[in-house]
């Protein structure tokens, strides 16, 4: 059954089944779009819809001709045409016979495409239901067969001419944009049409700036070319040193600062051997330094105050212990000599005034 | 205590300051005769060589000019200033020259007569019982009282004694 059901099969389901993959593959490879693109309209709507496009791209042209050519002709004759058309008012002279030329193609074009639908059905309908003999049915099988082939041989040649189409028009449309862009100013045509306020509303600087890798833009830059090309003195003019040392908080810098690491990164024998310091001496006035300070101290009063108090207190201290020991030795000796009583130390003098006394 | 005769201690200690002042001058003596002989001769300069019996002789004459000066003025020398004591006659006046000259003499010749004062019950050396004079308590600066004037403990002091 499936063998002979393949026999069965009519020629143009062959040639579908051909094509089915061409299109498939092709259209997948090339312009995925059109294969999930809807099914095309019937051919009575494409035809019809190609005249009103192909008659409205005509109007256009012609308006624009007609407009350019006007333009040429200078300011004065196109003030009141142009006047008359902004009001959409009669025109008069050429442009109202264009304008009814136009009218009648509109007109001729939309009897046109119904009469091409209208035919287009009834030749549908007579080639459907008229019999087919052998001689009518050889022919346009044989005819069938050829226009399958040729169609065949265009699907295999399309992707070819597409190439070649686009690489000409990748070398065309650059040209032709240079000419337009040379007849525009861009400039104007940005100032007029283009809304900056917004477009720069809506730009995200945070994450430009994010993208911008400051380094090797700062790499590229020739600083000194830029410093010596400053006025510094100027800028330096313009600073109020007092107001911004005002503001610095010095103790806070300073806390932050290892001082004792920099300390010890410093040579202090080197910096010492490089200081003169008999040139510093010699200009210090020591003898004025001398005097001064000798003249600010009483020496002398200090001295004798502190020779004063020591000499009482030490001299008070050796008398009252050498006078301790002096008795104690007199009363050593008269014990060990057996004597009775104190020891005579009276002076003879002080003797004769207690004799002396009542 | 101020008028007592005065013990062994105050007075030995007195004795060693004074020996100690002469000693001092008469180094100073010595580097003053080597500094004059550099000065005259500064190339043959050689230090003055000692001779002990010089020495000797010019310490005692030196001692004996000392005690002497002290005693006869105030009554006392450096070290009796310092301990506060003063040598006078018996009846608290001051020493006449010739007595001190002679009681210095005997103090120079005869040093260790000092010490009897130790036994003596009169507090006296030997140099005191031959001179006839008394070494008293006097720790304040004034001079002894003349043959004339009132005698010295009867003036009343302004400190209490120790």
New interface residues.
């Given amino acids: 059954m499936p063998d002979r059901g393949g026999d069965d099969v009519p020629p143009h389901n062959e040639v579908s089944r051909v094509e089915e993959p061409i299109r498939s593959g092709e259209g997948a490879r090339i312009v995925p779009l059109r294969t999930a693109a809807p099914p095309p309209p019937p051919f009575t709507e494409l035809v019809a819809q190609s005249i009103r496009i192909a008659v409205g791209i005509a109007t256009l042209a012609t308006e624009a001709l007609v407009d350019a050519v006007t333009r040429t002709l200078g300011p004065e004759p196109d003030a009141g045409a142009e006047v008359a058309d902004e009001h959409g008012g009669p025109a008069a002279g050429f442009p109202l016979l264009a304008g009814a030329a136009l009218g009648v193609t509109v007109e001729v074009v939309r009897w046109g495409a119904r009469t091409v639908e209208t035919l287009g059905r009834i030749a549908e309908l007579v080639l459907g239901l008229a019999p087919r003999p052998a001689f009518v049915k050889e022919p346009i099988e044989r005819a069938t067969g050829v226009a399958e082939r040729l169609d065949a041989r265009w699907r295999e040649q399309r992707p070819h001419d597409e190439e070649a189409a686009g690489d000409f028009l990748r070398l065309l449309v650059p040209q032709v944009a240079d000419a337009v862009l040379d007849q525009l100013d861009l400039n104007e045509l940005v100032r007029t049409r283009v809304e900056i306020d917004r477009l720069v509303d809506g730009v995200d600087v945070g994450r430009v700036v994010e993208r911008l890798d400051l380094d090797e833009i700062v790499a590229r830059l020739d600083l000194n070319a830029i410093v010596q090309r400053l006025d510094l003195n100027a800028v330096v003019d313009r600073i109020s040193i007092d107001e911004i040392v005002g503001r610095i908080d010095v103790d806070r810098i300073v806390s932050r600062v290892d001082l004792d690491g920099v300390v010890s990164r410093i040579d202090l024998d080197a910096v010492a051997s490089r200081v003169d310091i008999e040139a510093v001496v010699r200009r210090l006035d020591l003898g004025g330094i001398a005097q001064e300070v000798i003249d600010e101290i009483d020496l002398t009063e200090i001295i004798r105050e502190a020779m004063g108090s020591m000499t009482n207190e030490t001299?008070g201290g050796?008398?009252?212990q050498?006078?301790n020991?002096?008795?104690a030795?007199?009363r050593l000796?008269d014990r060990v000599?057996q004597?009775r009583g104190d020891?005579?130390?009276?002076?003879?003098?002080?003797s004769?005034?207690l004799e002396d006394s009542p | 205590?101020q008028?007592?005769?005065?013990?062994?201690?105050?007075r030995f200690?007195a004795d060693a300051i004074d020996l100690i002042v002469v000693l001092a001058s008469l180094a100073a003596i010595y580097f003053v005769i080597a500094g004059i002989r550099f000065l005259i001769r500064p190339r043959a300069f050689s230090w003055p060589e000692l001779s002990a019996l010089n020495l000797g002789t010019l310490g005692w004459i030196l001692l004996i000019a000392y005690l002497t000066l002290g005693w006869a003025n105030t009554g006392r020398t450096f070290g009796k200033t310092?301990?506060?004591l003063r040598v006078?006659d018996?009846?608290?006046t001051r020493l006449p020259f010739w007595r001190s000259l002679a009681r210095a003499v005997l103090c120079a010749a005869f040093p260790i007569g000092l010490f009897w004062c130790?036994?003596s019950?009169?507090?006296a050396s030997v140099q005191d019982l031959i001179v006839r004079s008394?070494v008293?308590?006097d720790?304040e600066p004034r001079l002894p009282v003349d043959h004339d004037a009132p005698?010295?403990?009867?003036v009343p002091t302004g400190r209490s004694p120790?």
């Fill in positions: 001299v050796i008398r009252v050498s006078m020991a002096d008795r030795i007199s000796v000599l004597r020891r005579d130390g009276t002076s003879s003098a002080a004769q005034d | 205590m008028g007592r005769r005065a013990g062994v201690i105050s200690l310092v301990l506060g006078v018996l009846d608290g130790v036994v019950s009169q507090n008394e008293v308590y720790w005698r010295f403990a009867t120790a």
